[in-house]
């Protein structure tokens, strides 16, 4: 990339306090970031992170269960932690996928990542994702060299049907139609996509290349996408060890856009999928102490 900043400018840009700071963390802190792999939940686990910046910044960092129950009690804690925070910028886990007319309806299409977007709107607050983009994400699989480009893709596929039966309660027509719509976007946003399971009728094939039991695609049960899991107990052969690389994946990634932007001052809010929280803390106090960044 070509830059038209003067060459004394772009140096002392590099040389700035902040963007040092960011640099020496990602390099002194990541190490501590926390692999899935024989990791246990415990009762000492804590699902949430309150953490101050040395720049005047700070980190409310909130685990939650993935719920469209508007009753649910994470949903009055967001919203206290919001009132009590005031933050600047907000982090919402996955794509954006938008906002209702209500809270209430918010969180029932949405969920907790839609409701956070919901009360930053409100208020006009800076939101961002946490996620890398889609290629990002794939490239770094593929490039892992353990995974070939069909397993990869189905886990993606697989993934979504689950979610989509799991928490919307699709049946198997409405799970072929939102294949049917997310195949050709998929095959056309991340390149390489469209040379394997192009369409619905390829993903069955693809399947049964693996898996015979469930008999179909659309019946992939949610525990072959948990990365605490084994994939040779549970069933999913290869899904469980790609969705922990991928979650280690996003969770240094996650860590990056957190910690730079306390860093730059910012009033950071953000509500993940619980499990995240204790796999980041130790980094994120790390980068966040003065200690770590002398």
């Given at each position: 990339?070509?830059?038209?900043?003067?060459?004394?400018?772009?140096?002392?840009?590099l040389?700035?306090?902040?963007?040092?700071?960011?640099?020496?963390?990602?390099?002194?802190?990541?190490?501590?970031l926390?692999?899935?792999?024989?990791?246990?939940?415990?009762?000492?686990?804590?699902?949430?992170?309150?953490l101050p910046?040395?720049?005047?910044?700070?980190?409310?960092y909130?685990?939650?269960?993935?719920?469209?129950?508007?009753?649910?009690?994470?949903?009055?804690?967001?919203?206290?932690?919001?009132?009590?925070q005031?933050?600047?910028?907000?982090?919402?886990?996955?794509?954006?996928?938008?906002?209702?007319?209500?809270?209430?309806?918010t969180?029932?299409?949405?969920?907790?990542?839609?409701?956070?977007?919901?009360?930053a709107q409100?208020?006009?607050?800076?939101t961002q994702s946490?996620?890398?983009?889609?290629?990002e994400?794939?490239?770094?699989?593929?490039?892992?060299?353990?995974f070939?480009?069909?397993?990869?893709?189905?886990?993606?596929?697989?993934?979504?049907?689950?979610?989509?039966?799991?928490r919307?309660?699709?049946?198997e027509?409405?799970?072929?139609a939102a294949?049917?719509?997310?195949?050709?976007?998929?095959?056309?946003?991340?390149?390489?996509f469209?040379?394997?399971?192009?369409?619905?009728?390829?993903?069955?094939?693809?399947?049964?290349?693996y898996?015979?039991?469930?008999?179909?695609?659309?019946?992939?049960?949610?525990?072959w996408?948990?990365?605490?899991?084994?994939?040779?107990?549970t069933?999913?052969?290869?899904?469980?060890?790609?969705?922990?690389?991928?979650s280690?994946?996003?969770?240094?990634?996650?860590?990056?856009l957190?910690?730079?932007?306390?860093?730059?001052?910012?009033?950071?809010?953000?509500?993940?999928?619980r499990?995240?929280?204790?796999?980041?803390?130790?980094?994120?106090?790390?980068?966040?102490?003065?200690?770590?960044?002398?």
């Open positions: 990339m070509f830059s038209l900043l003067p060459k004394s400018i772009t140096l002392a840009l040389l700035s306090p902040s963007v040092l700071m960011a640099q020496n963390t990602n390099t002194d802190c990541e190490s501590k926390v692999s899935y792999k024989g990791w246990k939940e415990t009762l000492a686990t804590q699902w949430t992170l309150s910046g040395p720049t005047g910044g700070n980190l409310q909130l685990g939650a269960v993935h719920s469209t129950d508007p009753a649910h009690p994470q949903f009055a804690q967001i919203k206290q932690t919001w009132q009590a005031k933050p600047t910028l907000v982090f919402f886990e996955g794509p954006n996928r938008g906002t209702a007319a209500s809270e209430e309806e969180i029932k299409q949405f969920g907790e990542s839609g409701y956070v977007r919901f009360l409100a208020e006009a607050i800076k946490l996620e890398m983009s889609p290629q994400e794939v490239d770094q699989l593929i490039k892992s060299g353990r070939g480009k069909d397993q990869v893709k189905l886990f993606f596929l697989l993934r979504e049907a689950s979610r989509l039966r799991e919307k309660g699709f049946n027509e409405q799970l072929k294949m049917a719509q997310l195949l050709p976007k998929a095959n056309q946003m991340i390149k390489g469209d040379e394997v399971i192009p369409d619905v009728a390829s993903l069955q094939v693809a399947y049964q290349k898996w015979t039991s469930p008999a179909n695609w659309w019946e992939a049960p949610a525990n996408f948990d990365p605490l899991g084994d994939g040779q107990k069933g999913g052969k290869f899904t469980n060890e790609i969705n922990r690389l991928n280690e994946n996003r969770n240094r990634h996650m860590y990056r957190l910690s730079e932007a306390v860093l730059r001052g910012e009033k950071v809010m953000a509500v993940v999928g499990n995240h929280v204790p796999m980041q803390a130790e980094a994120l106090k790390c980068a966040l102490t003065k200690k770590a960044n002398p």
